[in-house]
């Protein structure tokens, strides 16, 4: 089940990623096309150096800094802290696991005996 979600997880930010770079490439191509640059057509992603040397990251017009991802980080650690029916959650497949484990075990061992 944990490769599971991780395969998915990946494969969503992989496809996340392609919509990112495809918006930023139809951007690119419309002020190609009409030979100037106007506000109207904002880039996907936009990376600015500061005065002070940093980096300043803009996703699709909303800004990103380090400070917001420190925030959003805390809460998910305290979000984190302790959830019930997620602990019922993982015990339950582990159990399921183990059984169907055990079951496949002993239809094997009941085949390799009657071979």
Do not use: C, P, W
Not at 13 to 39: A, K, N
Not at 48 to 77: R, W, Y
């Amino acid at each position: 089940m944990a490769k599971f979600m991780a395969k998915s997880l990946l494969l969503t930010f992989i496809m996340f990623l392609g919509v990112i770079i495809g918006i930023q490439q139809s951007s690119h191509g419309i002020q190609q096309m009409r030979g100037y640059e106007t506000e109207e057509t904002v880039e996907a992603v936009q990376l600015k150096q500061k005065d002070d040397g940093k980096l300043e990251a803009t996703i699709l017009g909303n800004q990103v800094t380090s400070h917001d991802l420190q925030k959003k980080q805390e809460q998910l650690e305290k979000i984190e802290a302790f959830n019930f029916f997620s602990q019922i959650g993982k015990s339950l497949a582990n159990l399921v696991q183990k059984g169907t484990s055990a079951i496949i075990e002993g239809i094997l061992e009941l085949i390799e005996a009657y071979t």
